[in-house]
């Protein structure tokens, strides 16, 4: 199959465009930088906001992986008008199958960013195109780049109330390479890490990870969206989870050597192959980057 992925450059969009490879697709993948092509990668120039691009890359692909996001700061516009462009592009090229990655209570707490989501996911599954919506709840990419920026600070902010369920983007990967290659079916799946723990927990772990000395200071933090995830709404209970813990993740185990190490290493959903945010090449949009402006008109 010949795929397009949008948000390549995220922090899942990292871990797609390999698992995919391995899994033999042709992969094209979509960002706001001319970038040249390499190996069985295509890369092509689109911008979803402003349309621009966009109808040449869904031009003849089997299926797209639509993982753009505008993120937290960035009012839905790629979300909501960029997935909209997207979607009509698309039905004028006949693309029969669009997976699109949303957030896991995106249908229990539609509170800020997370409103804008829940507007896509309504879009595509009025759009006539075949699709699938895979919910996943926060990646421990994104929180351990959130944990490393807070430690700028002398002291750790801790809500001792939260919970929180992360899941490693490696595998959030490969179930979406599975479930592009089995077609459209129309329904949404929620995937979530294998266990749920309290911020002071989490922070806790990262600190001994890291090797960082910071005291914890108890607070409540405000607002709708931590309402609802202290009650439990961006958490999962579905059959389907992942196996690498936070403290997996943080602790991964060396990868073992071989005659084919290269392979092995990059396979590894642990492995620094697939830790897209030590790559800063990688950030342009996608994920939960947000979005930036475009590079060309």
């Known amino acids: 199959m010949r795929i397009l992925v949008t948000g390549a450059t995220g922090t899942l969009g990292g871990g797609l465009l390999p698992a995919l490879l391995r899994a033999g697709h042709q992969v094209r993948a979509l960002s706001r930088k001319e970038r040249e092509s390499s190996g069985r990668i295509e890369w092509v120039w689109g911008d979803l906001i402003s349309g621009k691009g966009v ?14 996001t505008s993120g937290p700061k960035g009012r839905g516009a790629v979300d909501v008008p960029g997935t909209h462009r997207l979607l009509l592009a698309a039905r004028r090229a006949r693309v029969p199958h669009l997976l699109y990655t949303s957030v896991v209570g995106v249908d229990r707490a539609a509170i800020g960013h997370l409103r804008h989501k829940l507007e896509a996911e309504r879009l595509i599954g009025e759009s006539g195109i075949g699709w699938t919506v895979l919910r996943a709840t926060r990646y421990q990419q994104s929180l351990d780049q959130r944990l490393r920026a807070h430690s700028a600070f002398p ?18 990967a490969t179930l979406a390479a599975s479930l592009l290659a089995s077609g459209p079916e129309g329904r949404e799946y929620e995937f979530g890490g294998p266990e749920v723990m309290n911020t002071e927990d989490l922070v806790r772990t990262w600190l001994e990870a890291r090797n960082v000395r910071r005291p914890c200071l108890p607070v409540h933090y405000p ?6 995830q202290r009650d439990g709404e961006l958490t999962t209970d579905a059959d389907s989870r992942g196996i690498i813990s936070w403290r997996d993740y943080l602790h991964p185990a060396p990868p073992a050597l071989s005659d084919d190490f290269a392979s092995e290493h990059t396979a590894s959903p642990t492995s620094p ?15 939960d980057e947000g979005y930036e402006r475009p590079t060309r008109s």
């Open 55 to 68: 109808a040449d890359a869904v031009h003849g692909v089997d299926a797209i992986a639509h993982l753009a």
């Open 273 to 287: 192959a697939n830790q897209p945010e030590n790559d800063p090449d990688l950030h342009v949009y996608g994920g």
């Open 223 to 228: 607002g709708r969206l931590y309402a609802a």
């Open 155 to 172: 002291v750790m902010l801790v809500d001792r109330s939260l919970p929180w369920q992360p899941v490693h983007t490696g595998e959030v």
